[in-house]
């Protein structure tokens, strides 16, 4: 069974402008999380989306933004890039009460 | 409001147990354990969910205090593969989809 996919893998982008990521889930999974990590503040929730519908966010600005679409494939944006968006952007897929799956994330360097 | 994980780090030598808390404030649903090595993604360990169903790997213990909303992970006769950081990941009562992490344990196992 393939793992979560995550691309690209590495980013660089300069302030003020638009990123999309994005995630394919486990063939089966309609579960897909998106975390932040850094190493100030950690694994940080930024939202879940379950059969095209967002279920929950996190607390970030409005810039974060994410979508699902009907094959579970998820994809994240984040507008207006700044500085402190740099991070490890890793998304996660489950099947009902199970663990999650990461990906190996996305580095996101904002110069 | 993130769990407290202690301790902070950890050095074993291999054969050496360890113990991993994790602690909430608020009403848990479940408690997420997984491991993190260096430049990877986390990788699940387990699930103990209230009512006391726990699901993951043969070879991991864990416990859930449910009314104290603590968790502890439990690892025997280490081996030099259980080196990484551990973080719990606690779903709320209400919000049980959105992991809220702990800061991590660093654990290293020497020969």
């Known amino acids: 069974k393939a793992g979560v996919t995550q691309t690209p893998r590495y980013l660089i982008k300069t302030r003020g402008q638009q990123v999309t990521l994005s995630c394919s889930p486990i063939?089966?999974?309609?579960?897909v999380s998106w975390y932040q990590q850094t190493p100030g503040q950690g694994l940080q929730f930024l939202f879940e989306y379950f059969s095209e519908t967002q279920r929950n966010k996190g607390n970030f600005p409005g810039r974060f933004s994410g979508r699902q679409f009907s094959n579970s494939r998820s994809e994240m944006n984040v507008s207006t890039l700044e500085l402190g968006d740099s991070a490890l952007y890793l998304c996660?897929?489950?099947?009902?009460?199970?663990?999650?799956?990461f990906g190996s994330g996305t580095r996101l360097t904002v110069v | 409001q993130q769990p407290v994980q202690s301790p902070q780090a950890v050095i074993l030598r291999e054969g050496e147990d360890a113990v991993i808390n994790c602690s909430s404030s608020?009403?848990?649903?479940?408690v997420h354990w997984y491991r993190q090595k260096h430049g990877e993604a986390p990788v699940f360990l387990m699930i103990l969910l209230k009512g006391g169903e726990q699901k993951g790997h043969d070879k991991i213990s864990a416990s859930f205090n449910e009314k104290k909303q603590q968790s502890s992970l439990y690892l025997t006769a280490s081996q030099l593969s259980y080196s990484g950081t551990y973080f719990c990941?606690?779903?709320?009562?209400?919000?049980?989809?959105?992991?809220?992490f702990g800061s991590g344990t660093q654990l290293t196992v020497l020969p």
């Open positions: 996660a897929s489950r099947q009902g009460d199970y663990g999650y799956t």
């Open positions: 608020k009403a848990l649903y479940s």
């Open positions: 063939s089966g999974h309609r579960s």
């Open positions: 990941g606690t779903g709320s009562t209400g919000s049980a989809r959105q992991l809220t």
